[in-house]
């Protein structure tokens, strides 16, 4: 629980340092401002600048985000920031009534989603492999035939397809996941079985 209430914390710090360093010097400084600057850019008519901020790296994300904003014209300046300080700030408050939510009620109150896609900040690079994503091997003789026990072939299956249910069905435990260890000896097919 404690691992709970301090990421909540870490998000509410989270929010206040992206408003306060707008607020104060124009700046983004860190993953909830930049995803903002990128969201209003791409609603605005500047999907390419928010595509070009989403492909650095987070080292130079920060500077490349405010050299961009800079770049917008004094209207759009002033109208990215007041919406994303009003975003920013509807964010922190409900970040602080869950916190507060977990502190008087416990785990059992305090809302918790899963993680999507949309939680994680990716590039659409990123984004795109993970809904579709591709076999590890494409190259020939990637479509072969299991050929030793066919009692071990049906037991995999078996597991994998209980870990698929358990997936699909929103269950997420340890006991439910198989965890896949492959121990054998060169050219045995050990990357073919886990595809």
Same mark, same amino acid.
């Given at each position: 629980?404690?691992?709970? &209430?301090?990421?909540?914390?870490?998000?509410?710090? #989270?929010? @206040?340092?992206? !408003?306060?360093?707008?607020? /104060?010097?124009?700046? +983004?400084?860190?993953?909830?401002?930049?995803?903002?600057?990128?969201?209003? &850019?791409?609603?605005?008519?500047?999907?390419?600048? #928010?595509? @070009?901020?989403? !492909?650095?790296?987070?080292? /130079?994300?920060?500077? +490349?985000?405010?050299?961009?904003?800079?770049?917008?014209?004094?209207?759009?300046?002033?109208?990215?920031?007041?919406?994303?300080?009003?975003?920013?700030?509807?964010?922190?408050?409900?970040?602080?009534?869950?916190?507060?939510?977990?502190?008087?009620?416990?785990?059992?109150?305090?809302?918790?989603?899963?993680?999507?896609?949309?939680?994680?900040?990716?590039?659409?690079?990123?984004?795109?492999?993970?809904?579709?994503?591709?076999?590890?091997?494409?190259?020939?003789?990637?479509?072969?035939?299991?050929?030793?026990?066919?009692?071990?072939?049906?037991?995999?299956?078996?597991?994998?397809?209980?870990?698929?249910?358990?997936?699909?069905?929103?269950?997420?435990?340890?006991?439910?996941?198989?965890?896949?260890?492959?121990?054998?000896?060169?050219?045995?097919?050990?990357?073919?079985?886990?595809?």
């Amino acid at each position: 629980m404690a691992d709970v &209430l301090a990421s909540l914390q870490a998000k509410c710090l #989270a929010l @206040e340092e992206a !408003r306060d360093c707008l607020q /104060s010097n124009y700046r +983004f400084v860190n993953l909830p401002g930049i995803r903002l600057l990128i969201e209003w &850019l791409e609603d605005n008519g500047h999907a390419g600048v #928010a595509k @070009e901020i989403g !492909r650095h790296d987070k080292a /130079s994300q920060s500077e +490349f985000a405010t050299e961009k904003f800079n770049e917008l014209s004094d209207e759009e300046q002033d109208e990215a920031r007041t919406w994303i300080l009003n975003k920013l700030e509807e964010a922190l408050a409900e970040a602080k009534k869950e916190v507060e939510r977990f502190v008087t009620g416990g785990a059992a109150t305090a809302q918790r989603k899963p993680i999507g896609l949309d939680d994680v900040f990716l590039t659409d690079h990123w984004k795109d492999a993970l809904k579709n994503p591709h076999r590890l091997l494409s190259s020939t003789g990637s479509h072969w035939e299991y050929q030793y026990d066919n009692a071990f072939k049906e037991r995999l299956a078996e597991v994998f397809s209980k870990n698929l249910d358990s997936y699909s069905k929103g269950h997420s435990d340890k006991s439910s996941r198989a965890l896949t260890l492959v121990c054998a000896g060169p050219g045995s097919g050990k990357s073919r079985t886990l595809t």
